[in-house]
């Protein structure tokens, strides 16, 4: 149990576009959601957390006009990146997490951006 | 600074032989410790974790993690490690009193014949 799926898997846009990743908790529950963004032989570095229902928490300096985060409903979050640019393109990274006593999330298989 | 370290970036090991995996935290109060694995195309996996209790740490694949508060110190370790265990394996904290976890910089293992 806790599987965490991410689609797509990969993308390659163009620059000045937009792409919608999606993040979805496929067998519980999610109270909370976070996101990741994870450069080439780097760590993880958190972007956001997000509760259903509720705005966003954005890291500092993570830029909250660029990387829209919207969590409908308790199995899904989307993080849409705005007039990508070149620099946006890196690994993305969402987890869940189904019980914040236990401060344990379940991580999805990641999404490569590519921007051109 | 609050900071979780990771001081290999790269480790070679035979398979068959045991491997330990360095992870040191600096934090005013312990923090809970995970240990995480990612393999390309996977989600991270949660090996293990302490939050308190026996300082010695089972988890899955055969994988333990030793807490020392006085090194301040969670390192993971496995007896004899097999080709399948070729990965991304990083450390990470959840300070007291916070959800969000801090990552390690990661330590890449590679398994040799």
């Known amino acids: 149990g806790a599987v965490v799926s991410q689609h797509p898997s990969w993308v390659i846009c163009k620059s000045g576009t937009s792409v919608k990743i999606e993040c979805r908790s496929l067998?519980?529950?999610?109270?909370?959601m976070f996101w990741y963004r994870q450069f080439p032989k780097q760590s993880l570095m958190l972007m956001a957390t997000s509760n259903e229902g509720s705005k966003a928490t954005y890291e500092q300096g993570v830029e909250k006009d660029k990387f829209l985060i919207n969590h409908a409903s308790l199995t899904l979050s989307t993080l849409t990146v705005t007039s990508a640019h070149p620099e946006d393109s890196s690994f993305y990274i969402c987890?869940?997490?189904?019980?914040?006593?236990?401060?344990?999330?379940?991580f999805g298989p990641g999404t490569r951006l590519t921007v051109t | 600074a609050q900071s979780v370290t990771q001081p290999d970036i790269h480790i070679t090991v035979s398979e068959g032989a045991s491997l330990e995996l360095r992870c040191n935290y600096s934090y005013g109060a312990t923090p809970y410790l995970f240990w995480y694995v990612q393999s390309p195309g996977q989600g991270l996996q949660l090996l293990l974790k302490y939050f308190s209790g026996d300082t010695l740490v089972q988890g899955i694949k055969g994988f333990e993690a030793e807490f020392k508060r006085s090194q301040s110190s969670f390192n993971l370790r496995k007896p004899s490690v097999h080709w399948s265990d070729a990965a991304e394996y990083f450390c990470?904290?959840?300070?007291?009193?916070?959800?969000?976890?801090?990552f390690g910089t990661g330590t890449r293992l590679t398994i040799i014949p």
């Open positions: 990470a904290v959840v300070p007291f009193g916070n959800e969000k976890l801090t």
């Open positions: 987890s869940a997490s189904r019980d914040p006593n236990s401060y344990e999330q379940y």
């Open positions: 067998d519980f529950q999610a109270t909370t």
